[in-house]
């Protein structure tokens, strides 16, 4: 199935070209069509233009930007314009700004200064999509709808009456009854039992440690109240446009959003990635979020933002390297993507993101960073014939964004240290360094067909989950400080990891959070050992062998790490989990899409008739790889067979064709 209609990989950026005068717009559409450009994401930021009145609509410079790129052969990503309420509407309703946690009314003068719950700003963002979706609806270059801007970027939360208003009656929605509020929030603890839904707030700024349940709903509220911003935009789209796919971007793996929820809202999903240049270890972390874009619908997705060189947000902004926007962007198809898209197409001259890069930089068609954007526009017409094609995945990694908030009470937990994306980070790294695909699911996803699943954490499970888990038949391995709480945050009958006990064979008698900068030594069967730096647990070991028990200190010769038929457990961090990795990867007969050196990426996409190897070198140095298999290398044309090298931030994408194929 292709992400929209347009055949191929879409390749393009972020357009803004009410920052221009006309004059340059025609230069901008022919170089995109020079570098292969075929969408262009419009009007992100342009309500106050687009309504520099109430009601009143200059449509005419978005009307001639749409037929210029249609004429060039460049199609829309065309936003509904909501992402910065106009100051007009801010002068009429000062109250649709958000209020922070202290109290502060924020003022205009950056972007998406709006207050989630604000039903003028609700109804204001409906008027102007039912508009956009009216006059754009049939123009021949829409392709897709782009609902507001990264939900969530600057404004997850807002504290004012009218979110507090929402709130309640959110939290009314869920416990029915102001007692059902209390039962869940374990109100008797502190005094802070109430008996009415108005007697709720946010939490707001408060003398000591909040209520963790109330916190844990406020996560799911904002998540939610953002979402319901995104479905009343959507439901107009879908009535006036019923066959124009619709996202809004995602943000990596991030706690704000819960993205299982959003993205079954959505038609497609898209994301924006900033790795870090600076770091040479920033590809891993894309590779996990690009893992969870496909994962969310389980098919392809579009990388909508991501920066040709330098950003402008950070202390530093180092540009990148040569070859890295290139190799970042095949990254991007690697794990199944079927575009790549950057913020943005011109540099900017003037605001914040002056310094930003773009595709067409400052310095014009003479730079090298304009060959880089033609040389990519190039690779990616010779990647075309991977539009659609799929990726299988033996392994899953849980991702719950429930655990994650509930973990993210720095004031109540028996460790700040404990944050759900490294975890999930501590097992994803060294999946990827061996050249394993991996999926993400939910603890609430069918896990039937997997040769692993791996629950880095479940703080919080529920007796369903456990029960899911339990029905698996696949190897199963489940990290420390889970199976802690229930939906409300309150502790299982009888301790971690509660509805897990017996799935796992043990009991969890204490927590025991490791100081910053201590280490205990675990010891595995083979004598070998590793490091564990920041939890460990005392278990009692009630039905499973012991795989690992720690040496020296306090729990000298306790169970460190547990088994019990296919499932293992982890009662501590280890700074390092290969060994128990490798040994549960050989049990479940998971192996490589390739055999890969350090620094090379290797990631597999099935077509109908044709398979295709991504081999990615993040290296500085030539890598060397043996394949299984001859193939044609697209980018090159070149067949390969037994050994290839690739060059420092090179790549090959090997079409290896089904037998009886050519
Ligand atoms: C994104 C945003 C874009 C642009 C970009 C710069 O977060 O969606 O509008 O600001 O960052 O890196």
């Not at 040709?308 to 199944?336: D, I, T």
């Not at 990631?603 to 993040?618: E, P, W």
Request: hydrophobic share 40%; net charge negative; with cysteine.
């Amino acid at each position: 199935m292709q992400l929209t209609r347009i055949p191929g990989l879409l390749f393009g950026g972020d357009y803004n070209p009410e920052q221009w005068p006309e004059e340059v717009w025609a230069q901008d559409a022919k170089l995109m069509a020079e570098a292969g450009v075929n969408i262009a994401t419009v009007a992100v930021f342009s309500w106050s233009r687009l309504e520099p009145r109430p009601g009143a609509y200059d449509f005419g410079w978005l009307d001639r930007v749409l037929d210029l790129l249609h004429e060039h052969g460049i199609a829309a990503d065309l936003a509904t314009a909501t992402a910065t309420p106009p100051p007009w509407l801010i002068r009429e309703h000062p109250h649709v700004r958000p209020v922070d946690a202290n109290g502060t009314l924020l003022d205009f003068g950056s972007r998406q200064g709006y207050c989630p719950s604000s039903p003028v700003f609700r109804a204001a963002t409906a008027r102007l999509a039912r508009v956009m979706a009216q006059r754009y609806g049939q123009h021949p270059a829409l392709a897709m709808w782009h609902i507001s801007n990264e939900y969530a970027d600057h404004t997850l939360e807002c504290f004012c009456d009218e979110s507090a208003r929402h709130f309640r009656t959110w939290l009314a929605d869920r416990y029915a009854s102001i007692d059902g509020l209390d039962a869940a929030w374990g109100t008797s603890c502190w005094g802070q039992h109430y008996t009415a839904f108005d007697q709720v707030n946010p939490p707001r700024k408060a003398p000591g440690p909040i209520n963790p349940t109330q916190l844990l709903d406020w996560r799911r509220f904002c998540s939610d109240a953002l979402l319901e911003c995104f479905e009343v935009e959507r439901a107009i789209l879908r009535e006036v446009t019923p066959d124009v796919p619709v996202t809004t971007n995602f943000m990596s793996i991030l706690p704000g959003l819960d993205y299982w929820k959003w993205a079954a809202a959505e038609d497609l999903v898209s994301d924006d990635a900033y790795p870090d240049p600076a770091d040479p270890t920033s590809h891993v972390g894309a590779a996990l979020s690009y893992d969870l874009m496909r994962s969310l619908k389980d098919r392809p997705w579009l990388l909508l933002e991501q920066a040709p060189s330098a950003v402008s947000w950070r202390a530093v902004n180092v540009p990148k390297p040569a070859g890295m926007m290139r190799l970042h962007s095949l990254q991007a198809l690697a794990h199944g993507a079927d575009g790549v898209m950057f913020f943005q197409w011109r540099q900017a001259v003037y605001g914040p993101e002056k310094f930003h890069s773009a595709l067409l930089p400052h310095a014009g068609v003479r730079s090298r960073g304009w060959q880089d954007t033609l040389r990519l526009g190039k690779d990616l017409e010779k990647l075309a014939e991977i539009a659609g094609t799929r990726t299988a995945a033996d392994v899953a990694l849980v991702l719950d964004w429930d655990s994650w908030w509930g973990l993210a009470a720095p004031e109540s937990m028996p460790s700040a240290r404990l944050d759900l994306k490294d975890l999930l980070a501590a097992w994803y790294a060294p999946l990827h360094a061996r050249g394993i695909a991996v999926d993400l699911v939910s603890p609430d996803h069918d896990l039937t067909g997997r040769r692993l699943v791996i629950a880095p954490n479940l703080y919080l499970c529920t007796a369903e989950q456990a029960a899911r888990l339990a029905a698996f038949d696949g190897h199963l391995i489940v990290g420390p400080f889970s199976g802690v709480v229930d939906t409300a945050d309150h502790v299982h009958p009888g301790g971690a990891p509660g509805p897990l006990r017996e799935l796992l064979g043990v009991s969890v008698d204490e927590f025991r959070p490791i100081p910053d900068g201590a280490t205990e030594t675990v010891r595995h069967a083979d004598a070998s050992t590793s490091t564990v730096r920041r939890w460990t647990e005392w278990l009692a070991v009630d039905d499973a062998s012991v795989l690992a028990r720690y040496r020296g200190g306090d729990l000298d010769g306790q169970a460190a790490i547990t088994r019990r038929g296919r499932v293992t457990y982890l009662g501590c961090l280890l700074d390092d989990v290969s060994p128990v990795l490798s040994d549960v990867l050989t049990r479940a007969g998971v192996h490589p899409v390739a055999d890969v050196p350090p620094g090379v990426e290797a990631c597999r996409r099935d077509g109908a008739d044709a398979h295709y190897l991504f081999l990615l070198n993040h290296g500085t140095t030539a890598a060397s790889v043996t394949l299984r298999e001859p193939g044609r290398d697209l980018l090159t044309g070149r067949d390969l067979r037994d050994r290839v090298e690739i060059g420092p931030r090179d790549a090959v994408v090997l079409r290896i064709a089904q037998e009886g194929e050519k």
